[in-house]
């Protein structure tokens, strides 16, 4: 089951990856591992989950939290 946690402060250490980062140091923060890339959209999120990727965090309004447990938790197609 996924960590939930609840962020009331915008300095929080765990916003680094949205807010401090540039799309090139997300790029290259893992090297020489692939780096970093932030979905936005429904239907990107979708893509790249249907593609094998493991989301590292979800960053998402209190009220949308059950709707992500549904793309965090592993699908039928997983289980067989």
Excluded: W
Excluded at 23 to 35: D, W, Y
Excluded at 43 to 71: F, H, M, S, T, W
Aim: contains cysteine; glycine residues 2%.
């Amino acid at each position: 089951m996924p960590q939930i946690k609840k962020i009331t402060d915008l300095t929080a250490p765990e916003l680094d990856l949205y807010s401090r980062y540039s799309e090139s140091q997300l790029f290259h923060i893992n090297e020489p591992k692939p780096g970093i890339f932030i979905a936005e959209s429904p239907n990107v999120i979708e893509r790249a989950l249907n593609a094998g990727y493991e989301p590292l965090a979800v960053l998402i309004e209190e009220k949308q939290a059950d709707d992500c447990l549904l793309y965090t938790s592993p699908s039928p197609r997983d289980t067989r």
